[in-house]
Protein backbone atom coordinates (compact mmCIF):
# COMPACT_ATOMS: atom_id res chain seq x y z
CA UNK A 1 0.00 0.00 0.00
CA UNK A 2 1.13 3.93 -1.05
CA UNK A 3 1.99 5.69 2.06
CA UNK A 4 1.72 8.88 0.13
CA UNK A 5 0.71 11.90 1.99
CA UNK A 6 -1.43 15.23 0.36
CA UNK A 7 0.55 18.48 0.47
CA UNK A 8 -0.54 22.20 -0.76
CA UNK A 9 1.16 22.99 -4.11
CA UNK A 10 -0.38 26.49 -5.89
CA UNK A 11 -4.33 26.22 -5.63
CA UNK A 12 -4.71 22.58 -5.19
CA UNK A 13 -3.71 19.33 -2.87
CA UNK A 14 -1.66 16.46 -4.84
CA UNK A 15 -0.21 13.76 -3.63
CA UNK A 16 3.68 13.49 -2.79
CA UNK A 17 6.23 10.80 -2.87
CA UNK A 18 8.39 9.63 -0.42
CA UNK A 19 10.88 7.19 0.03
CA UNK A 20 9.28 3.63 0.51
CA UNK A 21 6.19 4.45 -1.03
CA UNK A 22 4.73 1.20 -2.83
CA UNK A 23 3.22 2.50 -6.40
CA UNK A 24 2.64 0.97 -9.94
CA UNK A 25 4.46 2.85 -13.26
CA UNK A 26 1.40 4.28 -14.08
CA UNK A 27 0.20 5.73 -10.30
CA UNK A 28 3.75 6.86 -9.90
CA UNK A 29 4.02 8.62 -13.13
CA UNK A 30 0.73 10.40 -12.61
CA UNK A 31 2.16 11.78 -9.28
CA UNK A 32 5.53 12.47 -10.20
CA UNK A 33 4.01 14.46 -13.35
CA UNK A 34 2.46 17.41 -10.70
CA UNK A 35 5.39 17.81 -8.83
CA UNK A 36 7.94 21.11 -8.86
CA UNK A 37 10.36 20.73 -11.43
CA UNK A 38 13.35 20.40 -9.00
CA UNK A 39 11.54 17.29 -7.17
CA UNK A 40 13.65 13.89 -8.46
CA UNK A 41 12.90 10.57 -7.52
CA UNK A 42 12.47 7.10 -9.50
CA UNK A 43 10.58 3.62 -9.31
CA UNK A 44 12.24 0.66 -8.93
CA UNK A 45 10.83 -2.27 -8.65
CA UNK A 46 7.92 -0.52 -7.33
CA UNK A 47 9.67 0.99 -4.67
CA UNK A 48 10.19 4.85 -4.98
CA UNK A 49 13.48 6.33 -4.33
CA UNK A 50 13.51 10.40 -3.93
CA UNK A 51 17.00 11.21 -5.06
CA UNK A 52 19.23 13.72 -3.26
CA UNK A 53 20.72 16.85 -4.42
CA UNK A 54 24.09 16.39 -6.55
CA UNK A 55 27.38 17.81 -5.36
CA UNK A 56 29.96 19.33 -7.18
CA UNK A 57 32.04 16.20 -7.88
CA UNK A 58 28.83 14.04 -9.32
CA UNK A 59 28.00 17.11 -11.66
CA UNK A 60 31.69 17.46 -12.99
CA UNK A 61 31.63 13.71 -13.89
CA UNK A 62 28.05 13.20 -15.38
CA UNK A 63 29.35 16.03 -18.07
CA UNK A 64 32.52 14.33 -18.59
CA UNK A 65 30.68 11.01 -19.39
CA UNK A 66 28.06 12.91 -21.71
CA UNK A 67 30.49 14.82 -23.52
CA UNK A 68 32.04 10.73 -24.41
CA UNK A 69 28.72 9.70 -25.20
CA UNK A 70 27.55 12.81 -27.22
CA UNK A 71 30.96 12.46 -29.10
CA UNK A 72 30.08 9.02 -29.82
CA UNK A 73 26.50 9.03 -30.94
CA UNK A 74 27.84 11.92 -33.32
CA UNK A 75 30.12 9.31 -35.27
CA UNK A 76 27.77 6.89 -35.09
CA UNK A 77 25.37 6.93 -37.44
CA UNK A 78 21.50 5.53 -35.39
CA UNK A 79 22.97 5.97 -32.05
CA UNK A 80 21.29 8.68 -29.92
CA UNK A 81 22.70 9.75 -26.17
CA UNK A 82 20.30 11.13 -23.49
CA UNK A 83 20.82 12.90 -20.20
CA UNK A 84 18.44 12.63 -17.28
CA UNK A 85 15.80 11.50 -19.37
CA UNK A 86 12.71 9.12 -17.93
CA UNK A 87 12.81 6.02 -18.73
CA UNK A 88 9.57 3.36 -18.36
CA UNK A 89 10.86 0.14 -17.99
CA UNK A 90 7.46 -1.39 -17.01
CA UNK A 91 4.92 -2.02 -14.65
CA UNK A 92 7.07 -1.49 -11.80
CA UNK A 93 10.09 0.44 -12.89
CA UNK A 94 9.94 4.30 -14.18
CA UNK A 95 13.60 5.50 -13.68
CA UNK A 96 15.87 8.98 -15.16
CA UNK A 97 19.46 7.44 -15.16
CA UNK A 98 22.13 10.24 -15.23
CA UNK A 99 22.69 8.77 -19.12
CA UNK A 100 21.68 6.86 -21.76
CA UNK A 101 22.72 5.54 -24.94
CA UNK A 102 20.11 4.09 -27.59
CA UNK A 103 20.11 2.73 -31.30
CA UNK A 104 17.13 4.30 -31.92
CA UNK A 105 14.39 2.85 -33.68
CA UNK A 106 13.79 3.30 -37.32
CA UNK A 107 17.70 1.71 -36.79
CA UNK A 108 16.36 -1.57 -35.35
CA UNK A 109 16.77 -0.31 -31.24
CA UNK A 110 14.99 -1.89 -28.90
CA UNK A 111 13.23 0.73 -27.31
CA UNK A 112 10.43 3.73 -28.07
CA UNK A 113 9.73 6.61 -28.18
CA UNK A 114 6.21 7.41 -26.15
CA UNK A 115 4.39 10.66 -25.99
CA UNK A 116 2.32 11.59 -22.96
CA UNK A 117 0.94 15.35 -22.92
CA UNK A 118 3.83 17.39 -24.30
CA UNK A 119 6.81 15.23 -23.15
CA UNK A 120 8.61 12.44 -24.50
CA UNK A 121 9.41 9.44 -22.54
CA UNK A 122 12.12 6.23 -23.29
CA UNK A 123 9.59 2.65 -23.44
CA UNK A 124 11.23 -0.19 -22.72
CA UNK A 125 14.96 -0.65 -22.12
CA UNK A 126 17.76 1.41 -23.49
CA UNK A 127 20.47 -1.03 -25.22
CA UNK A 128 23.33 1.28 -22.38
CA UNK A 129 22.08 2.97 -18.97
CA UNK A 130 24.73 4.57 -17.45
CA UNK A 131 24.82 6.54 -13.89
CA UNK A 132 26.87 8.16 -11.58
CA UNK A 133 27.30 6.86 -8.29
CA UNK A 134 27.86 8.35 -4.50
CA UNK A 135 25.56 8.04 -1.98
CA UNK A 136 23.84 6.24 -4.06
CA UNK A 137 26.50 3.58 -5.06
CA UNK A 138 24.38 0.14 -3.37
CA UNK A 139 20.99 1.00 -4.94
CA UNK A 140 23.40 1.36 -7.95
CA UNK A 141 25.57 -1.71 -8.45
CA UNK A 142 22.65 -4.15 -6.83
CA UNK A 143 18.82 -3.14 -7.07
CA UNK A 144 19.42 -1.23 -10.16
CA UNK A 145 21.41 -3.75 -12.12
CA UNK A 146 18.85 -6.41 -11.08
CA UNK A 147 16.51 -4.33 -12.50
CA UNK A 148 17.88 -3.39 -15.63
CA UNK A 149 18.98 -6.92 -16.35
CA UNK A 150 15.45 -8.24 -15.57
CA UNK A 151 14.00 -5.12 -18.29
CA UNK A 152 16.29 -5.71 -21.19
CA UNK A 153 19.43 -3.40 -20.81
CA UNK A 154 22.27 -4.77 -22.70
CA UNK A 155 25.25 -2.56 -21.11
CA UNK A 156 25.78 -1.15 -17.87
CA UNK A 157 28.42 1.66 -16.35
CA UNK A 158 28.25 2.88 -13.12
CA UNK A 159 30.68 5.59 -12.45
CA UNK A 160 31.43 5.03 -8.68
CA UNK A 161 32.73 8.54 -6.87
CA UNK A 162 33.95 7.08 -3.54
CA UNK A 163 36.21 4.57 -3.89
CA UNK A 164 36.52 5.78 -7.03
CA UNK A 165 36.06 2.86 -9.69
CA UNK A 166 34.43 2.72 -13.19
CA UNK A 167 32.15 -0.72 -13.76
CA UNK A 168 31.03 -1.62 -17.22
CA UNK A 169 28.57 -5.02 -17.25
CA UNK A 170 27.48 -6.59 -20.34
CA UNK A 171 24.07 -7.88 -19.02
CA UNK A 172 23.51 -10.22 -21.72
CA UNK A 173 26.59 -12.09 -20.06
CA UNK A 174 25.84 -10.44 -16.63
CA UNK A 175 29.64 -10.28 -16.31
CA UNK A 176 31.94 -7.54 -15.55
CA UNK A 177 34.40 -5.94 -18.30
CA UNK A 178 37.44 -4.65 -17.64
CA UNK A 179 40.06 -2.19 -18.76
CA UNK A 180 42.06 -3.12 -21.71
CA UNK A 181 46.08 -2.59 -21.30
CA UNK A 182 45.80 1.12 -22.01
CA UNK A 183 43.35 1.88 -19.10
CA UNK A 184 39.76 1.70 -21.63
CA UNK A 185 36.89 0.04 -20.90
CA UNK A 186 35.35 -1.46 -24.40
CA UNK A 187 31.93 -1.97 -24.85
CA UNK A 188 30.55 -4.77 -26.58
CA UNK A 189 27.61 -3.72 -27.47
CA UNK A 190 28.74 -0.14 -28.77
CA UNK A 191 31.66 -1.11 -30.39
CA UNK A 192 34.02 1.51 -30.47
CA UNK A 193 32.63 3.04 -27.04
CA UNK A 194 36.31 3.14 -25.12
CA UNK A 195 36.04 4.42 -21.84
CA UNK A 196 39.35 5.55 -20.13
CA UNK A 197 38.74 4.65 -16.64
CA UNK A 198 41.43 6.84 -15.32
CA UNK A 199 40.42 9.69 -17.18
CA UNK A 200 37.31 9.27 -16.70
CA UNK A 201 37.55 9.35 -12.71
CA UNK A 202 40.26 12.73 -13.11
CA UNK A 203 38.16 14.43 -15.16
CA UNK A 204 41.22 14.12 -17.56
CA UNK A 205 39.73 15.09 -20.87
CA UNK A 206 42.53 14.33 -23.29
CA UNK A 207 42.67 11.34 -21.65
CA UNK A 208 39.28 10.33 -22.34
CA UNK A 209 38.97 11.77 -25.82
CA UNK A 210 42.34 9.84 -26.84
CA UNK A 211 40.77 6.47 -25.84
CA UNK A 212 37.28 7.31 -27.43
CA UNK A 213 39.13 8.56 -30.80
CA UNK A 214 41.16 5.29 -30.95
CA UNK A 215 37.52 3.79 -30.74
CA UNK A 216 35.94 5.40 -33.27
CA UNK A 217 38.88 4.77 -35.77
CA UNK A 218 38.61 0.77 -34.83
CA UNK A 219 37.61 -1.52 -37.71
CA UNK A 220 34.84 -2.70 -35.55
CA UNK A 221 33.07 0.71 -34.96
CA UNK A 222 33.23 0.83 -38.73
CA UNK A 223 31.41 -2.43 -39.49
CA UNK A 224 29.09 -1.39 -36.79
CA UNK A 225 28.41 1.66 -38.32
CA UNK A 226 27.68 -0.23 -41.58
CA UNK A 227 25.77 -2.71 -40.15
CA UNK A 228 23.19 -0.10 -38.43
CA UNK A 229 23.25 1.72 -41.77
CA UNK A 230 21.84 -1.15 -43.75
CA UNK A 231 19.29 -1.81 -41.03
CA UNK A 232 17.99 1.40 -41.52
CA UNK A 233 14.50 1.25 -42.34
CA UNK A 234 14.35 -2.61 -42.93
Not at 67 to 88: E, K, M, P, W
Not at 115 to 127: D, M, R, V
Not at 130 to 152: M, P, Q
Amino acid sequence: MSTTVKYKYGQSDVAFLHNGDCLSQKEFHRIYSQMPTEFRAELIGGTVFVKEPAGLQHGQTDLRLGTILDVYQARTTGICASHNVTVILGPKDEVQPDAVLRIMPEYGGQSKNTQNSEKTFILGAPEMVAEVAHSTRSIDLHLKRRRYFNAGVLAYLVVCLEPAKVFLFDMRTNQEIGSDANGALRSKVFPGLWIHEQGLLQLNFDMVMDALNEGIKSAEHAEFVNALTKSHGS
